[in-house]
């Protein structure tokens, strides 16, 4: 059972351009979900997590944009620069049990920037 | 210490061999993860320690699959007779333990049965 659905699949976007992805959640449980990004041969690396209590947080050129009622969360990559372009994954977990690192993951988005 | 170590990044095996992985977690981290990634999927987890203790493992987690944390540091995951369907990244990381607290990946053991 996937309880954490990733869209799109893959992604092409010019350079300075936005760059979206969309992740939907089941487990009505989860209370933290962060974005991860990776790099061919390298592990996923933390890029920004949001909570229910708030509905954005922004750093930096990185935004998610949190709709707790739709169960639906996504990343928002401004001004998309070709140093980017690698895989994204969303990712969810339940903290309120001290297991916010037990994460599911979504099947990723490999976004590739172009010049 | 710079982050989460694994040993070894790659390694290919035949079909029924045994194989160990090591992961070296960040120093002060007393939680570690253990994850596996097929070939354009997300992480999927396996199990996690506290310390030394094994508080949850995944039904991902056959009885083929034995990970250990002595002395509540480094860490071992074994696979005996390994299976082609064994073949994938397996990622570690560690964390403080808490609320919300970030979990920093190692840059994985690529296995491949043959």
């Known amino acids: 059972q996937q309880q954490v659905k990733q869209s799109p699949q893959s992604l092409i976007v010019q350079k300075g351009g936005i760059s979206i992805i969309n992740c939907a959640y089941e487990?009505?449980?989860?209370?933290?979900f962060p974005w991860y990004q990776q790099f061919p041969g390298k592990g996923p690396a933390l890029l920004i997590a949001i909570r229910p209590d708030v509905s954005e947080k922004k750093e930096g050129r990185f935004t998610i944009s949190f709709n707790k009622s739709a169960k639906q969360f996504s990343l928002h990559i401004m001004d998309s620069q070709p140093g980017d372009s690698a895989t994204y994954f969303c990712?969810?977990?339940?903290?309120?049990?001290?297991?916010?690192?037990?994460?599911?993951f979504g099947t990723g988005t490999r976004l590739q920037v172009t010049l | 210490d710079t982050g989460v170590s694994q040993n070894p990044r790659h390694k290919i095996t035949k079909r029924g061999q045994n194989v160990t992985f090591r992961c070296d977690p960040i120093s002060e981290h007393n939680r570690l993860y253990w994850y596996r990634q097929t070939l354009g999927q997300g992480p999927e987890f396996l199990t996690y320690?506290?310390?030394?203790?094994?508080?949850?493992k995944s039904r991902l987690l056959s009885d083929r699959f034995s990970a250990e944390r002595p002395k509540g540091s480094f860490s071992t995951l074994e696979i005996q007779r390994t299976e082609q369907g064994d073949s994938a990244m397996y990622l570690c990381?560690?964390?403080?333990?808490?609320?919300?607290?970030?979990?920093?990946f190692g840059q994985g053991t690529r296995l491949t049965v043959v």
């Open positions: 990712a969810a977990s339940r903290s309120s049990t001290g297991t916010a690192s037990k994460l599911t």
């Open positions: 990381a560690s964390s403080f333990g808490g609320l919300g607290t970030e979990a920093f």
């Open positions: 320690f506290q310390n030394e203790a094994q508080l949850e």
């Open positions: 487990n009505t449980a989860f209370d933290y």
